[in-house]
């Protein structure tokens, strides 16, 4: 038993692990394509990130190129000067045009390129922006296009400039935009801006919020009781929120160098401290406070990437910050659904032959709901990893009802093995941020 309690430990540390490694180095990030149109036509300045896309990557199916097959590649070209970077990019046009929907009439607009500018190569582990300029030569009476590119390319964000209302969206991998009025008009008002950026929210916590996912997790796992767990997830909500807000409006600006490594500090304390602790401490929602001060920098970053529109900023942070809490919320229920069994029979409570039926069906399901997954969508963080960590803390729960009997079965056997493999993958990000 002891054996068996041991594996499945390690395999929640391992598909923990593996989520860590995939989550971080090379950041996908979104690509920004200002568009204008002036007396040559419609004139587009987008930054990608060419490396990427002379590699090969497929920018939708990863959330950073280590985990590319192509990484190598990509490494190869993040060290290249940036004219010959910009030489390769004006030579892989063609290609690329190809891949560039502008359409104007239901026809494809033919794409010319203007120029190509790379940043200097810096430092290699650091994304480097390179906009590619184009002009799009418009029909006699055209009055919209639609805009879009190809999945491989990843997410795209469209900011229309020089007109009044202009179009801002953030288009997901092999999305296509509604129709943008080339005189302005298309945008979204406040309770539009609102619900377009609860799911920005939500997707920035699941699937991609990796180390925010296991901060709310450390708080899940120290206590079984509710009131604990709602102290600090109130302290932590309010806090990001303020500091959220305050970066957003430019009054607070800390380098992610110096925010990333501390939040991943935070997982391992509050990890740690479900260990060494046996409930909550009265001083636990104030640190929690102070640690949510720094993940809402880290969720302002990603807002950042393409701002918040100006005439819809504070519905824009709202939203945003709703979707923040709603994936929050979304991460207690499952793990509270996974162990809900355990918790109830440790205290008594319930059938024992039902959860054990349970835990033995789960991780079957949680493995083959990632497999089928995949097979039908090309998520950018892969859904096995998630999969794994869900059968291998369902094992942990079984092997929690079988030993059911013992004092504190649940916090020995679950809370305190899924902790310490969260403190692991923290102490891991805390070494990668800082050193690596």
């Keep these: 038993m002891k054996t068996l309690r041991l594996a499945a ?20 990030l979104p690509a920004i394509a200002d568009m204008e149109l002036t007396e040559d036509g419609l004139v587009f300045d987008v930054e990608v990130n060419a490396e990427g896309i002379l590699a090969g990557i497929d920018l939708s199916a ?23 970077l910009e030489a390769r990019t004006r030579a892989a046009w063609q290609d690329l ?11 494809d607009l033919p794409l010319e390129l203007t120029g190509v500018a790379a940043g200097e190569v810096g430092d290699v582990s650091v994304l480097r922006p390179t906009t590619i300029s184009f002009r799009a030569a418009l029909p006699p009476g055209a009055d919209a296009v639609t805009v879009g590119w190809d999945r491989r390319l990843g997410a795209l964000v469209i900011r229309q400039q020089g007109v009044e209302e202009p179009y801002d969206g953030l288009l997901e991998a092999g ?18 801006t609102f619900v377009a950026y609860i799911p920005v929210g939500f997707d920035h916590i699941v699937p991609l919020g990796l180390d925010h996912i296991l901060f709310v997790l450390g708080l899940f796992f120290l206590s079984t009781r509710l009131g604990p767990l709602l102290w600090q997830v109130s302290a932590f909500t309010v806090a990001h929120t303020i500091t959220l807000a305050l970066s957003s409006l430019g009054y ?3 380098p992610a160098y110096v925010v990333e490594p501390i939040i991943a500090a935070s997982i391992v304390f509050v990890a740690l401290e479900n260990i060494w602790s046996r409930g909550l401490s009265v001083w636990r929602p104030l640190v929690v406070f102070l640690f949510g001060l720094l993940h809402g920098l880290g969720f302002a970053s990603v807002l950042s990437q393409f701002g918040l529109p100006s005439n819809a900023f504070l519905p824009a942070l709202i939203g945003f910050n709703i979707g923040v809490e709603l994936g929050q919320l979304f991460v207690i229920l499952v793990a509270f659904l996974i162990v809900r069994e355990a918790v109830r029979i440790d205290e008594g409570r319930d059938e024992v032959r039902f959860a054990k039926d349970l ?8 493995i083959g709901a990632a497999f089928l997954w995949m097979a039908v969508s090309n998520p950018e963080v892969p859904p096995l990893y998630f999969g794994i960590a869900i059968a291998a ?21 679950v809370a305190v093995p899924a902790s310490a493999a969260i403190a692991v993958i923290g102490a891991y990000w805390v070494i990668e941020r800082t050193l690596l």
């Design 9 to 28: 430990s390690l395999w929640l540390a391992l598909a923990l692990s593996s989520l860590a490694v995939a989550a971080r180095a090379h950041e996908v």
């Design 252 to 254: 607070v600006s800390i």
């Design 175 to 192: 999305e296509t935009s509604a129709p943008i009025a080339l005189g302005g008009g298309n945008q979204l008002g406040p309770w539009e």
């Design 62 to 84: 990863v959330e950073d190129t280590n985990a590319a097959p192509e990484a190598a590649t990509y490494d190869e070209l993040r060290a290249l000067p940036a004219d010959e």
């Design 393 to 413: 803390l369902s094992v942990l729960c079984w092997i929690s009802v079988k030993n059911r009997d013992q004092l504190d079965a649940y916090r020995r056997i």
């Design 97 to 107: 045009a190809g891949d560039i929907h502008v359409r104007a009439g239901g026809e």
């Design 359 to 366: 835990y033995i069906l789960l991780p079957g399901i949680a």
